[in-house]
């Protein structure tokens, strides 16, 4: 998500930063550039304008022009206002004040309201609490299904009826959670569109009547220019508490966020990262901003890594880098972790500056057709010969292309690439020794790439 | 209610949308900056996209500097054929020419592609043709159940296999019973993918083979389902889609909403592929063949 935008972002960072002087001129042409940036991410085109127009502002006043890096001074300035519109800190949900917290999800249709629902109780269970789901999207054919279907997968309670209207539906519901001692009911409503007058008071009515802590809008991430009018305008009947975007596992530069928090002010409490139940994940935007401006964010990626990797093998790999044992046995394993962390490209982009990291290695490691062909070649090896490469020569090199489906090239790049990196690793562990970061320390020695 | 006009009721409700109403826009004054900035506004707040919005304004002030038009009135007239030239370029035939023909719809996540089956096969029901429905998505809880109560409310039969089984054995199945049963039409729904997942498209591709392997030329036709509010990834959706298996035409659904769903002008522009129908409420009844001079009409707000 966002990569593109952070990659033409920085472009244009790149170029003021090299300017002694800068001119109206300079100022222009890198507004322009932001502008095209933001507006191809889907930004709303009115949050453009007026994000442009309070840079520009800024820009050509005395704090920059006055100044002796006057194109730091603007990169500072984009900086500053990239962090207000996507906010700071990251939201939590609310806790009822006496009996449960309700949170009611609502938005379009095909946003992923459902799926949601569920993905969010599995959150909750997961950190600590006892949540409880009721259906009330009686409209949609299936859905009160897909929605028993899905709770029941995970062993989480539910309340449908598919008899009565989704009123009644949630004041049963609540009723028949608190009977549950649940401490969190999660309505899944219909979806509706905004200029859908009739549905749209029947949902105020729910709200009405169930008095929710949380009304949490999902909104999907591929949206264009239209998702500021959803927004607005559920914003205007319910008031909302806090935005769910969806689908950001896609390849969507998800300008959408950006513009949903500029209109309804709403924080984005959560994103949707998977079809998995379990892939929901809470929303720093603190850390979003930093990844669009280029400047990594280190913190969720370890945060990511120590919830996905295993503790026990990263330490043997741990010792088997620093007794320089790193076979392409090894190698293998550790793709096939650093892959159930998610797309690489996700992972790269979380380092600091993904300007810095090389185009060359970004296209070695990150095409994921590329990774499929490597776990086939190294698996096409007998275990002799990835403990001990050495010994492949050509009529090896040869049946291993076959077996693999690749070419004699692509065998010798991966063992080219595979000498690298144990050089890498040697080099590593000298430097290793003085004053890193243990985090850090620990993240080096996963992610060799 | 003709098909012609349910396409008009259902845009006219994204006409009202309260942000970029610029309706007097054209009504007059000088052709000037601030008229193609504007203009420019617009197809970009419809989704058209920036680079090319400005690249249809540009082709605009050509035309206009070439013809010598001083008025606004006549301006919109040029970018409205502008438009309509670009959409309305491919010969769009909905009608089956073959036996059993058969529609294969795919797309994301939620962009409408079971209900738009369903609306499929109701259109086709009413023009008086045998339909068989397939419940191809067999990964979404309830997706087949959702198909189902559709597929009772139209009458059309269903073939459907056990949730999580391999969507291919089923569509196997389900042309040799189209054969056996002489339908006219096969309408096959699929599981909701994004066009990012290689395996998940891969799916789709062995899917595609399979029927072609049991029907000559089938699937006939493959429909790219888009969600209106979709911004500028369904571009990436309709060429990784294509890439997969060659779609003939998109579904554009949800235009009864505020979204103006420009973003079908790149699709066209870019990978030549047109759209075959829109998508314009809830009810059975609310598909249509798309217009472009509507479409066009509804897209520039006049």
Same mark, same amino acid.
């Given at each position: 998500m966002f990569s593109n935008l952070a990659e033409k972002l920085q472009d244009t960072f790149r170029r003021l930063k090299g300017k002694g002087k800068l001119s109206e001129k300079d100022v222009d042409a890198a507004m322009r550039e932001i502008r095209l940036a933001l507006l191809e991410a889907d930004v709303n085109f009115k949050v453009v304008k007026e994000f442009v127009n309070s840079i520009r502002e800024r820009a050509v006043g005395q704090e920059v022009m006055g100044s002796l890096t006057p194109g730091q001074q603007v990169v500072k300035i984009v900086n500053e206002e990239m962090t207000g519109l996507m906010g700071a800190e990251q939201s939590k949900l609310a806790r009822g004040e006496k009996g449960p917290a309700k949170v009611m999800i609502v938005g379009l249709q095909g946003s992923g309201k459902t799926t949601t629902a569920v993905k969010l109780a599995s959150y909750l269970r997961r950190d600590g609490r006892n949540p409880f789901l009721v259906a009330a999207d009686i409209y949609r054919p299936g859905a009160v299904k897909q929605l028993e279907v899905l709770s029941s997968s995970i062993g989480e309670k539910y309340y449908s009826n598919l008899e009565n209207d989704p009123v009644n539906i949630c004041k049963e519901g609540l009723k028949a959670a608190e009977r549950e001692n649940a401490d969190v009911v999660i309505f899944d409503t219909a979806g509706r569109l905004h200029i859908d007058n009739e549905m749209m008071s029947e949902i105020s009515t729910i709200k009405d009547e169930i008095k929710p802590e949380e009304v949490l809008l999902v909104v999907d991430a591929m949206t264009g220019q239209d998702a500021v009018n959803a927004a607005a305008s559920f914003n205007e009947a319910l008031g909302l508490s806090g935005v769910i975007l969806t689908k950001l596992d896609g390849d969507t530069r998800g300008g959408a966020a950006l513009s949903v928090r500029k209109v309804t002010?709403?924080?984005?409490k959560f994103i949707g990262v998977g079809e998995?139940?379990?892939a929901l994940e809470p929303f720093y935007p603190d850390r979003m901003a930093s990844r669009i401006l280029g400047m990594g964010d280190v913190l969720s990626l370890i945060e990511k890594a120590e919830a996905t990797l295993d503790q026990d093998k990263a330490k043997e790999m741990e010792k088997k880098l620093r007794q320089q044992q790193f076979t392409l046995e090894d190698f293998r394993d550790q793709m096939g972790q650093l892959r159930s962390m998610g797309s690489l490209d996700d992972i790269l982009n979380m380092?600091?500056?993904?300007?810095?990291?090389?185009k060359e290695i970004k296209q070695m490691s990150l095409n994921e057709k590329s990774l499929i062909k490597i776990e086939a070649i190294i698996g096409s090896m007998t275990r002799e010969e990835r403990t001990n490469p050495s010994i492949l020569n050509s009529s090896r090199r040869r049946r291993i292309a076959q077996g693999s489906g690749t070419t004699v090239q692509d065998v010798n790049r991966l063992l080219n690439q595979f000498n690298q990196m144990q050089k890498m690793f040697k080099q590593m562990n000298m430097s290793g020794k003085k004053g890193m970061g243990k985090k850090m320390k620990k993240l080096k020695n996963r992610f060799p790439f | 209610m003709s098909l012609m006009d349910q396409f008009k009721s259902g845009l006219a409700r994204s006409r009202d949308g309260f942000i970029g109403r610029l309706g007097g826009l054209f009504s007059g004054g000088d052709i000037d900056q601030e008229f193609y900035d504007e203009l420019e506004e617009i197809l970009v707040s419809g989704d058209v996209g920036v680079q090319t919005s400005i690249k249809l304004v540009e082709r605009l002030q050509d035309e206009i500097k070439g013809r010598k038009i001083k008025e606004r009135e006549e301006a919109k007239n040029l970018l409205l054929e502008l438009i309509v030239q670009i959409m309305g370029s491919a010969e769009i035939t909905n009608e089956p020419d073959q036996k059993p023909y058969v529609i294969l719809l795919v797309g994301v996540n939620g962009s409408g592609k079971t209900t738009s089956a369903a609306k499929l096969a109701s259109l086709y029901k009413r023009s008086g043709k045998e339909v068989l429905l397939i419940?191809?998505?067999?990964?979404?809880?309830?997706a087949i159940e959702q198909l189902e109560i559709w597929s009772e409310r139209t009458g059309v039969d269903l073939m459907k296999s056990q949730a999580g089984s391999d969507p291919s054995a089923l569509f196997f199945d389900a042309m040799n019973a189209a054969k056996a049963r002489n339908v006219d039409v096969v309408i096959g729904d699929t599981a909701g993918r994004l066009h990012s997942r290689y395996n998940l498209m891969e799916e789709l591709n062995k899917i595609y083979r399979v029927i072609g392997r049991n029907i000559d030329e089938a699937p006939h036709r493959v429909l790219l389902v888009v969600d209106a509010t979709t911004g500028q990834n369904a571009v990436a959706q309709a060429k990784k889609f294509n890439q997969s298996v060659p779609i003939d035409? %998109?579904?554009? +659904?949800? %235009?009864?909403? +505020?979204?103006?769903?420009?973003i079908v002008i790149n699709i066209q522009d870019e990978l030549d592929i047109p759209v075959s129908y829109v998508g314009t409420g809830e009810k059975l009844e609310d598909l249509a063949p798309f217009d472009p001079e509507y479409f066009a009409r509804a897209l520039l707000e006049i």
């Open positions: 002010g709403c924080p984005i998995k139940v379990e380092l600091p500056s993904g300007g810095n990291i090389p | 419940a191809g998505d067999t990964y979404r809880a309830a035409g %998109l579904i554009l +659904t949800k %235009l009864d909403g +505020t979204a103006r769903g420009g």
